[in-house]
């Protein structure tokens, strides 16, 4: 990923601890307001620079996201159907999607995901293209985490091409 060789402020302490901060409030928000926040951002980085910049930043935003989730949350020591069936829970968990493993290649490190109820798209009007590129990096970002590869992750199929699910594929570099 592009910004892997420039030092990152970035720590999971940066987040800070909601528990004591929010006492009343609680960990939760509305995913409007997450959206909201996704697509203003998204918006403006697209005026800065262009709609394929935008997309490589968020693509960069969600590979580290992905990779701080993986190595702050996720159970990395197990065989890869564990992996999978731990990942599939804490998604759930954080109510980032239903994901489900449709094909595994585990010799050429093929794998097809799709990812159902999607917090970025699912209900999102329909522009005939797919819109996950913040999903593609934080796939990239778990899958790296945690088998040491290198992969490319690209949306095939999404909410917002008018399908009820967004489909990933992910293959080894
Ligand atoms: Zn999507």
Known sequence: MQYENK?????????GDIDE????????MP????????????????REYDEETAGSLYRAAGYLAGTELAKNVL????DFDFFIANLTNKL????IGV???????LNSL??????????????LPVSG?????????????????????????KEIDCWSTGDRTCRFTATSK
């Open 7 to 15: 030092p990152s402020k970035f720590s999971w302490g940066c987040l």
């Open 21 to 28: 901060g929010r006492k009343n409030l609680g960990p939760d």
């Open 31 to 46: 995913v409007l307001m997450y959206r909201l926040f996704q697509y203003t951002l998204k918006d403006i980085l697209t």
């Open 75 to 78: 159970d990395l020591s197990g």
């Open 92 to 95: 759930k968990e954080l109510k």
């Open 99 to 105: 994901l489900r493993i449709e094909k595994a290649d």
């Open 110 to 123: 093929s794998y097809t995901f799709t990812v159902s109820e999607d917090l970025d798209c699912s209900g």
């Open 129 to 153: 293209e797919t819109i996950c590129d913040y999903d593609e990096g934080f796939l990239a970002g778990i899958l790296k985490t945690y088998s040491g590869h290198s992969f490319t992750v």
